[in-house]
């Protein structure tokens, strides 16, 4: 595949954009959402997209000019589209002055990135950059930074142009601000305070949120492109049908025409980003690791059996949603149930399982705090919480590091208690048939 023989669907444009993190889920989000603004307002606004360690994505995407598919199912249709709105790529841990040389040219007036809760190597309870994180440390040092926050720095260093937006896709709470105060720690822990005040003048953060289901590419989602279109493409992303994106309306040096797409633009992301976090990201997390225990694989499997699916309906409607009461957030729990059981999109559940300690403080711990707060007792988010610690064979002292308030609830501390004790003495099943 290449651009000679594939009809461009967008025009020939520069490149405006750079995104870290050249995974599945910014080939089947951002760069679509991209492709689709550029379709109905044209303008330089291509993507470089840049892989962090893993050549394997960059590699296809370098031999088919590329270009990728992206596969959007639903339970009963799906539908392939060809992406060509990023326009070049790279690898970080190979290419670090190409990656500062893009983040400097004026012409790139955006900074995507979607690199996991993990990535931005920050104290999920106090939101400051690790110092004593290692990679953090040798990228303070001075090495070709390895770390997003060190390559941002590097190549806001070297921009000699003001105006540029940093945008993180990735589920974090207030994820703008996160990333302006890390780009701040990160210059005061490498010496430089002139840069820090530089950066907070000339470069807007918006906080954003992304929702989309977008599963690890399989060897049969290959198998399947290649059947249709009489190519293999190692690029290929798969995702559901719905495609969500709301950002905060704060841009430096413009933007493409996402509104076009259908990205929505706020001015206060909080409500948004709290019923992301809580109703989908905390229902995933909340069946996933109940479901694991139980010997289930993937969400459709988890949602379609009924002890589930009357657990996370009740989980929805009488805690983490009615947590969302205060924002006048609507909570439509069938359609959320809809997408979890999609049978067309296997999401497997040990990917979504990683890393739960930094997922769970704002899909689970907070609404779980506000609910004790209220006079409600969160039992179905303990049974969630006691699934995630005999899952990762952790005790609670893991959750109350994340937030510590919580250690001073009586009732918190016997809700979590009773559950555990519930998981030890019955089976998940059986546990669920009884709440």
């Known amino acids: 595949m290449s651009r000679s023989t594939y009809p461009a669907a967008v025009a020939p444009a520069g490149v405006g954009i750079v995104h870290l993190g050249l995974g599945a889920f910014h080939r089947a989000h951002q760069a679509v959402f991209t492709q689709e603004a550029m379709l109905a307002e044209p303008g330089d606004w291509a993507i470089c997209a840049v892989g962090q360690r893993n050549p394997a994505v960059r590699d296809a995407m370098s031999t088919q000019d590329c270009l990728f598919t992206v596969t959007e199912r639903d339970a009963e249709h799906e539908d392939m589209r060809v992406v060509d709105s990023v326009r070049d790529v790279l690898l970080a841990s190979e290419q670090p002055d190409r990656v500062t040389a893009a983040l400097a040219d004026p012409a790139t007036r955006i900074v995507t990135t979607t690199v996991t809760e993990a990535g931005y190597r920050h104290d999920p309870a106090t939101g400051r950059l690790r110092a004593d994180d290692p990679e953090v440390a040798a990228d303070v040092a001075g090495r070709p930074p390895r770390t997003v926050i060190g390559q941002l720095v590097r190549g806001l260093k070297a921009r000699e142009h003001s105006g540029l937006t940093v945008v993180s896709c990735d589920n974090l709470p207030d994820n703008g601000r996160l990333v302006a ?201 303990c049974l969630a919480l006691a699934g995630f610690l005999r899952h990762e064979g952790e005790t609670p002292d893991c959750l109350f590091a994340a937030r510590p308030a919580l250690r001073e609830s009586r009732v918190f501390g016997e809700l979590l208690a009773d559950a555990i004790h519930r998981l030890d003495r019955n089976d998940v099943l059986t546990t669920l048939r009884g709440i």
Not at 244 to 261: L, S
């Open 181 to 381: 105060g890390l780009l701040r720690d990160f210059c005061v822990l490498s010496g430089q305070p002139e840069l820090a005040e530089r950066i907070a003048g000339q470069v807007r953060c918006p906080s954003t949120v992304v929702d989309q289901i977008v599963p690890a590419t399989t060897e049969q989602d290959i198998a399947k492109v290649a059947s249709r279109l009489g190519f293999i493409d190692r690029a290929a992303a798969v995702g559901e049908t719905y495609r969500q994106w709301v950002i905060e309306d704060d841009f430096a040096a413009g933007r493409p025409a996402w509104d076009k797409a259908g990205v929505r633009l706020v001015a206060d992301i909080a409500p948004h980003q709290a019923a992301k976090l809580r109703l989908v990201n905390g229902t995933h997390s909340a069946l996933t690791y109940l479901g694991l225990l139980a010997g289930c694989t993937s969400t459709s499997e988890v949602a379609t059996r009924p002890e589930f699916a009357r657990y996370a309906e009740r989980l929805i409607r009488e805690e983490t949603g009615a947590s969302l009461a205060r924002l006048g957030i609507p909570v439509d729990i069938g359609a959320l149930l809809t997408r979890l059981a999609n049978p067309r999109i296997t999401h497997r559940l040990t990917q979504i399982a990683t890393d739960g300690v930094r997922k769970l403080p704002q899909r689970l711990l907070d609404p779980a705090a506000e609910l004790i707060e209220s006079g409600v007792e969160p039992r179905m988010i």
